[in-house]
T-cell receptor, first 110, second 116 residues
């Protein structure tokens, strides 16, 4: 399984943009980049995913480097509710399971 | 739209007892996944089931653990003769069809199992 590397923790102030990085230098051509987040005492929640092009949805944006060896999850205006652990996960078309790392714990300050 | 429902939310068992964790997938979803999360760690995949079939149980301990997803009713994760090391949060997820790279998994809020 391809591995991802994320910072253990990050901090942000409310209403500021947040850029959460993820390195995946061993990514293969068929791997999709998925992001989930886990709020305290809850199950993980799907955020966004992409293959090569940048992606936007109502929750966040995903910026993927041209060589695909890194990506960045962008929260445009952090709120207190965005405080969570964010997981960057690589999935290929041959597997159904999600391989979680330790993620990035995002703290948001008022 | 009801999400993935897990019950109980909290379960306390004594060593040697059996634990049964239930998971009702989202309506229309026929694929179920179980994950385990130890304190301060990420989730670890255990088993993937479709109706009446185990597709991938590569993450399931070989002894004491079993899972089923019958034609009718919820998926059940069963742990026999529990030990202290089984204390963890157990999460269930579902997806609508064969999960490929484009299908997100929808998670329940987990069952927190505590072994006395």
């Amino acid at each position: 399984d391809a591995k991802t590397t994320q910072p253990n923790s990050m901090e942000s102030n409310e209403e500021e943009p947040v850029h959460l990085p993820c390195n995946h230098s061993t990514i293969s051509g068929t791997d999709y980049i998925h992001w989930y987040r886990q709020l305290p005492s809850q199950g993980p929640e799907y955020v966004i995913h992409g293959l090569t092009s940048n992606v936007n949805n109502r929750m966040a944006s995903l910026a993927i480097a041209e060589d695909r060896k890194s990506s960045t999850l962008i929260l445009h205006r952090a709120t207190l509710r965005d405080a969570a652990v964010y997981y960057c996960i690589l999935r290929d078309g041959n597997t159904d399971k999600l391989i979680f790392g330790t993620g990035t714990r995002l703290q948001v300050f008022p | 739209n009801a999400g993935v429902m897990q019950n109980p939310r909290h379960l306390v068992r004594r060593r040697g007892q059996e634990a049964r964790l239930r998971c009702s997938p989202m309506k229309g979803h026929s694929h179920v996944y179980w994950y385990r999360q130890l304190p301060e760690e990420g989730l670890k995949f255990m088993v993937y089931l479709q109706k009446e079939n185990i597709i991938d149980e590569s993450g399931m301990p070989k002894e004491r653990f079993s899972a089923e997803f019958p034609k009718e009713g919820p998926s059940i994760l069963r742990i026999q003769q529990v030990v202290r090391g089984d204390s963890a949060a157990y999460f269930c997820a579902s997806s609508p069809r064969t999960a490929g790279s484009n299908q997100p998994q929808h998670f329940g809020d987990g069952t927190r199992l505590s072994i006395l």
